[in-house]
């Protein structure tokens, strides 16, 4: 029986497949030579996550992989309405970025409560100016997003003493509904958006609800940038109605050197880095061996997306999941 073809949208660097020797043949290709190389393909890995490479190539003719993995969190770069109504699984890099998102938004939370970017702003200036900070324990957070991400970030806000208010999309157990964002962000000192990429979520964070927000809040986005309506953003905190924000995904990467948000006052730019921690790449790389010998052995294969909503469903039957 001839082995099982693993194609590869490369990126560099590239992932380290040793462990497949012997039990797939991998191909690599680029984003131009995709459309031509799916057809030969059983197992497609999406190891160039940023590309939109797989939607403009999948519609096309011929055979197509009955196995696409991204080896990101979200998966909006990669699903097409063909690829929906096809029978190909789809499944994503779950369990790899919960907790150093989670990590990257205490250290921002702990940042701006204690006003480290004037800190070193005055450092530079060589200036010995005092201030107070605040306290972060008694502080409250609304987190957007119940997924593995958003829960990771709850529990560790728990932990720094933050009462936090979970959101998703419905209201179950110890999580509210999405009707609810409303008054909880208008009394929260944190809100913190972790949400996937949904036709529900597209420019859910605009004028109106940033208009909803006390002036000492700030806004987290480490969910997906077209989430946010980045023009409302800087209105808002050009007119001070929050005190800051920190966004780490934007609508467009990367962001342009001649982007307004660079120069807001209040709001810190990072490059799309909450989740990459030291070691990231080797992690995704194993995770992807790992369930292929799942595959390939007949068993069922973890983090399964449900193409029609966009995102994995969490473990208890409910609607959400992380979107980074």
Same mark, same amino acid.
């Given at each position: 029986m001839p082995e099982p073809v693993v194609l590869v949208l490369d990126a560099d660097p590239s992932p380290r497949l040793g462990r497949l020797t012997g039990r797939a043949r991998v191909l690599r290709t680029g984003a131009a030579g995709l459309a031509a190389r799916l057809p030969d393909a059983d197992v497609l890995l999406v190891w160039d996550f940023a590309s939109d490479a797989v939607r403009e190539a999948w519609p096309g003719g011929g055979r197509r992989p &009955? !196995?696409?993995?991204? @080896?990101?969190?979200? /998966?909006?770069?990669?699903?097409?309405?063909?690829? /929906? =109504?096809?029978?190909?699984? /789809?499944?994503? @890099?779950?369990?790899?970025?919960?907790?150093?998102?989670?990590?990257?938004?205490?250290?921002?939370? $702990? @940042? #701006? =409560?204690?006003? $480290?970017?004037?800190?070193? =702003? $005055?450092?530079?200036?060589?200036? !010995?100016?005092? +201030?107070?900070?605040? %306290?972060? =324990?008694?502080?409250? @957070? *609304? *987190?957007?997003?119940?997924?593995?991400? &958003?829960?990771?970030?709850?529990?560790?806000l728990h932990g720094l003493g933050v009462q936090v208010a979970l959101v998703g999309r419905t209201a179950r157990r110890t999580i509210h509904g999405v009707e609810d964002l409303g008054p909880l962000a208008a009394r929260a000192d944190w809100v913190i958006s972790a949400v996937p990429l949904t036709p529900s979520t597209y420019s859910m964070f605009d004028t109106r609800f940033f208009g909803l927000l006390q002036p000492s809040a700030r806004f987290i986005n480490v969910g997906r940038g077209a989430s946010v309506v980045e023009a409302d953003l800087v209105q808002a905190l050009n007119r001070r109605w929050l005190a800051g924000a920190a966004l780490d995904v934007f609508d467009a990467e990367p962001l342009g050197e001649d982007s307004p948000l660079w120069d807001v006052p209040g709001l810190l730019?990072?490059?799309?880095?909450? &989740?990459?921690?030291?070691? !990231?790449?080797?992690? $995704?790389?194993? %995770? #992807?061996?790992?369930?292929?010998?799942?595959?390939?052995?007949?068993?069922?294969?973890?983090? *399964?997306?449900?193409? %029609? +909503?966009?995102?994995?469903?969490?473990?208890?039957?409910?609607?959400?999941?992380?979107?980074?």
């Open positions: &009955g !196995w696409v993995h991204t @080896a990101s969190a979200g /998966v909006d770069r990669v699903l097409c309405p063909e690829l /929906v =109504a096809s029978d190909t699984v /789809v499944t994503n @890099a779950r369990g790899i970025f919960e907790r150093p998102i989670a990590e990257y938004v205490a250290g921002l939370v $702990l @940042a #701006f =409560a204690k006003d $480290l970017p004037t800190t070193l =702003a $005055l450092q530079r200036e060589r200036r !010995w100016h005092h +201030r107070e900070g605040q %306290q972060v =324990a008694g502080s409250r @957070a *609304v *987190v957007v997003g119940a997924g593995p991400i &958003g829960r990771e970030i709850t529990r560790l730019v990072s490059p799309h880095l909450s &989740g990459d921690t030291v070691g !990231w790449r080797d992690r $995704l790389g194993e %995770q #992807f061996v790992t369930m292929y010998e799942l595959w390939a052995d007949g068993g069922p294969l973890p983090n *399964v997306v449900d193409k %029609q +909503r966009g995102y994995v469903p969490s473990t208890d039957n409910s609607e959400e999941t992380d979107g980074t």
